[in-house]
């Protein structure tokens, strides 16, 4: 069995994630190998993107308080939708210091930022799927100063 097709069986055998499944976005369970047995009453979720991590969070600690940070409106739309109220959601990237940042976007919309430089060290024949960093477009957002004025604990 692929290993895509093998995290679809494990979604489907948790209740909690069909509702972000409908919404096309797949809580990420693999985390369960290293966060697993820890316990968090408060979750950060930065850059979180359409809530990949967050529905995972949600369904792995409950109680947790959810904070999440995502700037682009697209992708925070849909991590509104998948997360149901149950997250702060706010619009904003962290940084060192407040400003103006700017973010390159992946070509694949479930990926990470990436940087147009991130493989310049290494041949493309090492990459795992350079189609996944190639950058589509790159956006500007305001950056803020990290707990981007939330009080985490």
């Known amino acids: 069995m692929s290993p895509r097709l093998r995290k679809y069986a494990k979604l489907l055998q948790s209740p909690a994630c069909w ?3 409908l919404h096309g976005v797949a809580a990420t369970l693999d985390h369960d190998v290293a966060l697993g047995r ?3 009453a408060t979750v950060i ?21 959810l904070i999440c940070f995502e700037p682009l409106p697209g992708p ?8 149901r109220g149950q997250a702060e959601i706010h619009d904003c990237a962290l940084g060192a210091a407040p400003g103006e940042g700017r973010m390159h976007l992946a070509t ?34 305001p950056v803020f100063r990290h707990p981007c004025r939330v009080p985490c604990c």
């Open 19 to 21: 509702p972000a499944l």
């Open 38 to 40: 820890d316990q968090f």
């Open 45 to 65: 979720d930065v850059g979180a993107n359409k809530g990949q991590f967050a529905v995972y969070a949600r369904t792995r600690w409950p109680k947790a308080r």
């Open 76 to 83: 925070r739309a849909k991590l509104l939708r998948v997360t």
């Open 108 to 141: 694949r919309t479930d990926s990470s930022p990436c940087s147009p430089w991130a493989h310049a060290r290494r041949p493309s024949s090492e990459w795992k799927n350079p189609g996944n960093c190639a950058c589509r477009s790159s956006v500007s957002m």
